[in-house]
Nanobody, 124 residues
Framework: QVQLVESGGGLVEAGGSLTLSCAAS????????MGWFRQRPGKGREGLTM???????SYAEYVKGRFIISRDNTKNTLLLQMNRLKPEDTGTYYC??????????????????WGQGTQVTVAS
């Protein structure tokens, strides 16, 4: 069982940056593939980026070049650095762990463990 807790959300102006964190409770979480998703107002949950346990990463086209996924293994933490934020990036952001498939963009149904989400609001 893995527990995930996101943090780092908040209000930022368009063009600004935020870094989200996802703290994992399980020792050895680096063995999991992990991902970031978001749910924008009135829309379904959409995949943003994945990080496999060998370090391989993938990104959805709509965040490629702006968002960066990484791990801090000393803190059992998954990170999402978000740059050049746009108002349409507003939503609740979730991290997820343990994927059954590798798809681009990542799909929610492929992940087992989820955090509770953190709100990101980008003001125009």
């Amino acid at each position: 069982q893995v527990q995930l807790v996101e943090s780092g959300g908040g209000l930022v102006e368009a063009g600004g940056s935020l870094t989200l964190s996802c703290a994992a409770s399980a020792y050895g979480y680096t063995s999991y593939c992990m991902g970031w998703f978001r749910q924008r107002p009135g829309k379904g949950r959409e995949g943003l980026t994945m990080l496999y346990n060998n370090g391989y990463t993938s990104y959805a086209e709509y965040v490629k070049g702006r968002f960066i996924i990484s791990r801090d293994n000393t803190k059992n933490t998954l990170l999402l650095q978000m740059n050049r934020l746009k108002p349409e990036d507003t939503g609740t952001y979730y991290c997820a762990a343990q994927c059954s498939r590798w798809r681009i963009p990542p799909q929610p149904e492929d992940f087992t463990y989820w955090g509770q989400g953190t709100q990101v609001t980008v003001a125009s």
